[in-house]
């Protein structure tokens, strides 16, 4: 388990430094900026009492649309808004790489932060870039399946869509093809054999609507995307 925990809201207060849990060693403390990405003013600062960068991460927590009690949306502030979104983007990272510990994640998400060679009591290592993320996770494929292994075409694509991979060892891959609001409009699984072109087809898809979608190639442990249009 991850722990991410609001960095606190004392920012303003003669004590404006984070407190417990946010300064606890394994936590993911999230500090509050406005939607530009500059400090807000009431997020706790750190750094914690030993001296370890805190708040360690920041995200969007000032002026955030919300929905409200009575079912009407507003706007509203507080780390504890930046902290939801920021488990949020964690849980969705760590299912790319389900074999990773909660330290590795953990720290994952600090280098690919933007300030993360020269943190600070404000923004910690600053505002993570999941996508920078992600992109780590999947560079080196799956298993020893590497990305520069695949070979989907043709692209664009209109009637038909192939796939051409190799793997150093016999799996099962997932391949799903989304849609731009993420939701699998395709999926097939195939049983891949070690040390030969494996080659997969989907055949039909005249009928699929024009546009961008996402290519998922993958299993447990790791996955690759890429690209591709419906013409």
């Keep these: 388990?991850?722990?991410?925990v609001a960095a606190g809201n004392s920012g303003n207060d003669s004590w404006h430094y984070i407190s417990a849990p946010a300064d606890a060693?394994?936590?993911?403390?999230?500090?509050?900026?406005?939607?530009?990405?500059?400090?807000?003013?009431?997020s706790s600062r750190g750094p914690s009492a030993d001296q370890r960068v805190?708040?360690?991460v920041s995200g969007q927590g000032a002026i955030c649309y919300?929905?409200?009690?009575?079912?009407s949306f507003g706007y509203g502030s507080g780390t504890?808004?930046?902290?939801?979104?920021?488990?949020?983007?964690s849980a969705c990272l760590w299912s790319a790489r389900k074999s990773l510990s909660n330290q590795e994640l953990k720290e994952l998400i600090e280098s690919v932060s933007d300030q993360y060679t020269d943190p600070d009591d404000d923004l910690g290592y600053g505002i993570p870039d999941f996508e920078k993320a992600y992109l780590k996770l999947t560079s080196s494929g799956f298993g020893t399946q590497k990305a520069n292994n695949i070979r989907i075409y043709?692209?664009?694509?209109?009637e038909a869509l192939r796939f051409d991979f190799r793997s150093g060892s016999d799996t099962n891959l997932d391949i799903e093809l989304r849609d731009q609001l993420g939701r699998i409009v395709l999926f097939k699984r195939s049983t891949v054999l070690p040390n030969q072109l494996n080659q997969v087809e989907w055949n039909g898809?005249?009928?699929?609507?024009?546009?961008?979608y996402l290519v998922r190639i993958g299993?447990?442990?790791?996955?690759?995307?890429?690209k591709v249009i419906k013409q």
């Design 80 to 89: 504890s808004y930046a902290s939801p979104v920021m488990a949020g983007m």
């Design 25 to 42: 060693r394994g936590v993911l403390a999230v500090g509050a900026t406005f939607p530009d990405g500059t400090l807000a003013a009431f």
């Design 54 to 56: 805190k708040p360690n």
């Design 154 to 158: 043709p692209n664009p694509f209109n």
């Design 66 to 71: 919300v929905a409200e009690p009575d079912g």
């Design 1 to 4: 388990m991850l722990v991410v």
């Design 205 to 212: 898809l005249e009928n699929l609507a024009k546009g961008m």
């Design 219 to 226: 299993n447990n442990d790791s996955q690759v995307t890429g």
